[in-house]
């Protein structure tokens, strides 16, 4: 179940190695953003405002944005972005108010992983309901993972639940006293299955690729961390 072989693909998406850091000026401050360019033949999940969900997508943009942002259209400004940054066709995009120059990177066995992590507004999951409302000011955890095997729609979901719980793990181990902030976002990519392949059908801990990307995430949250 967890160590059978499967075909080869005729081609391999683009890794996470290739991720590049585009500079820009916003209402006179200077941000980045992160950019992924996954190429054809890739599939992701995401929790994303912009090409969230699961589907074929091209490429990630991980944008920062001000402290203190107050846009309500935060999926059309990403796609402003994505626009000036040349992208076109669907693709994922996620903001963070954390430095993304300042990013974590992990890899284990062909698994990816590329984290931003603003923690100034954090907490636990399951708290209080008069502690429930949003943040005033983005701070977000945003964990961008990628396979270079194919997973079914269920393993895509079970991947994201991966990711989730060695972010935690990551942050439990650094002292910090949160299962993340209110505003995380997750996005997993794995190769589109090719003719006649059949896909991964699990991505928990103790799977194979599920367990090759808990290590990268758990390394790429811990990377990423600011000292604090």
């Known amino acids: 179940m967890t160590g059978d072989r499967r075909p080869s693909p005729p081609t391999a998406p683009t890794g996470l190695g290739d991720v590049r850091l585009l500079p ?4 006179g401050e200077r941000l980045h953003a992160l ?12 929790t994303a405002v912009l090409g969230g969900g699961i589907g074929e ?3 990630v943009l991980n944008a920062q944005v001000a402290h203190g942002y107050r846009r309500t259209d935060p999926d059309r400004h990403l796609a402003r972005l994505a626009e000036e940054a040349g992208l076109r066709g669907p693709g994922v995009g996620l903001m ?3 430095d993304v120059s300042r990013h974590g990177q992990a890899a284990d066995g062909g698994a990816e992983a590329v984290v931003t992590a603003g923690i100034s507004v954090r907490g636990w999951a399951a708290s209080p309901e008069k502690g429930t409302s949003l943040p005033g000011r983005p701070g977000t955890i945003n964990i961008i993972a990628a396979l270079p095997v194919p997973l079914t729609d269920a393993a895509l979901v079970n991947a994201v639940t991966t990711v989730t719980e060695a972010k935690v793990q990551a942050l439990v181990e650094a002292g ?3 299962s993340g902030t209110p505003t995380d976002a997750v996005c997993v990519a794995a190769r589109t299955p090719a003719p006649g392949e ?7 801990p103790r799977s194979l690729w599920g367990a090759r990307l808990a290590r990268a995430v758990h390394r790429a949250v811990h990377a990423a961390l600011p000292h604090h």
């Open 96 to 98: 963070t108010a954390a």
């Open 35 to 46: 950019l992924w360019r996954a190429g054809p033949g890739v599939r992701m999940i995401s």
């Open 24 to 27: 820009r000026v916003e209402q």
């Open 57 to 59: 997508r091209g490429w």
């Open 176 to 178: 910090l006293d949160c």
């Open 198 to 204: 059949t896909p991964h059908a699990f991505a928990g």
